[in-house]
């Protein structure tokens, strides 16, 4: 009889051990649910604000760009000495940006000066066909506005359509974006900056190619090359340059490096 009765306190004892140890990790799920959701929603919020930083650099972008080569001009009214001074002042700016600070900086050639200075960043191979049509029209309008609002709007040249024009617009990375394409050298290999990943090119189709620049800061950008859409004066938004080229990369080791 009291063998019974220990048998069944141990059994008793045992149940409680055992939905305490429920109990627990019951609470313990809950608490790493609500931790995982909120590291989740920061996490969004976070990944919000570097959106919203980003949209408003481009915005703001667009909006300097389109009042220094498009809005500023009209016939009715004379421009000022001090706009005149402004703009030039921004659109030196936005492609000598970096020169004062090494010797060896490189500005962008003239058809990608015209890329840079354009509000929506048309491919400035593109554009070049159009400025050219522009000079030789020997127009009373500054170059953009004769493009998309007066009298040059209409034209559709053969070697490039106004269609085409339109459509192959360079991404230009602001500040934020621009991190996710920085590399390091780490013990003799090429790093993501952010994650540690190792460079490689060849994990993409075989025929992506990628490129890279050196800022005057020194600091090494990389991405896939994609024509019409994301080119060398994307990494600095059209800025200056310390180096340009093609490159090829296994586990982090340099295989081809191309001017």
């Known amino acids: 009889m009291a063998l019974s009765v220990d048998r069944y306190r141990s059994g008793l004892i045992e149940m409680d051990r055992s939905e305490r ?3 627990f990790e019951s609470t313990a799920a809950v608490k790493l649910q609500k931790v995982y959701r909120s590291y989740r929603t920061r996490r969004r919020l976070a990944d919000s604000a ?19 080569t498009v809005s500023f001009f009209s016939f009715d009214k004379p421009e000022t000495a001090a706009s005149r001074w402004s703009r030039i002042s921004l659109n030196a700016s936005k492609v000598g940006k970096g020169l004062g600070k090494d ?13 840079a200075i354009d509000p929506r960043h048309r491919y400035g191979h593109n554009l070049n066909f159009y400025y050219e049509e522009w ?8 170059f953009f506005y004769w493009l998309d609002i007066g009298d040059g709007k209409e034209i559709d040249l053969k070697v490039c359509p106004r269609i085409k024009l339109c459509q192959e617009c360079i ?9 996710q394409y920085e590399y390091i050298i780490a ?3 090429v790093v993501h900056k952010q994650n540690g990943n ?21 600091k090494l950008y990389a991405g896939e090359k994609k024509k019409g859409a994301f080119h060398h004066s ?20 340099l295989r081809v490096r191309m001017p």
Not at 103 to 115: D, G, N, P, S, Y
Not at 135 to 142: F, R, S, T, V
Not at 198 to 218: C, H, P
């Open 21 to 23: 140890s429920k109990r």
């Open 50 to 68: 570097v959106v919203a930083e980003e949209l408003w650099w481009q915005a703001l972008d667009y909006a300097r760009l389109n009042h220094s």
């Open 103 to 115: 010797a060896k900086a490189q500005k962008l050639a003239f058809q990608h000066w015209i890329e």
């Open 135 to 142: 000079c030789k029209a020997d127009a009373l309008q500054p």
């Open 171 to 179: 991404q230009y990375l602001g500040p934020q974006e621009r991190e």
């Open 187 to 189: 013990e003799g290999t």
């Open 198 to 218: 190792l460079l490689d090119t060849n994990q993409g189709l075989e025929a992506s190619k990628w490129i890279f620049v050196m800022s005057t800061y020194r």
């Open 234 to 253: 994307s990494f600095l938004a059209g800025g200056t340059t310390l180096a340009t080229g093609r490159l090829t990369a296994e586990n982090g080791k």
